[in-house]
């Protein structure tokens, strides 16, 4: 059998962190919800896979971020400064 491992990636429309089975699939409860930060999801990963086999935890924060910038485009142009 194949061990499935969990990332934390950015969720979508917010600044918060997830936690995700790569794959999918879905969370126990306990690792459902948002985070605040890379550290706090870690934590709450370490918590919950103390006492069971070995996790690979998979950090997409920054690739999703990238991702999420290439969708938007280069934004709105600068606005030019008023004469007073």
């Known amino acids: 059998m ?3 491992s969990l990332r934390i990636e950015n969720a979508p429309g917010t600044a918060l962190l997830q936690i995700a089975w790569n794959g999918g699939g879905e969370l126990p409860a306990a690792l459902q919800g948002m985070f605040t930060s ?3 999801a870690q934590r709450v990963i370490d918590a919950w896979s103390a006492g069971r ?4 935890v998979e950090d ?3 690739e999703t971020s990238e991702e999420t910038a290439e969708k938007r485009g280069p934004g709105r142009p600068r606005k030019e400064p008023q004469p007073i």
């Open 2 to 4: 194949a061990q499935r």
């Open 38 to 40: 890379t550290a706090e």
């Open 53 to 56: 086999r070995e996790v690979e």
């Open 60 to 62: 997409r924060t920054k």
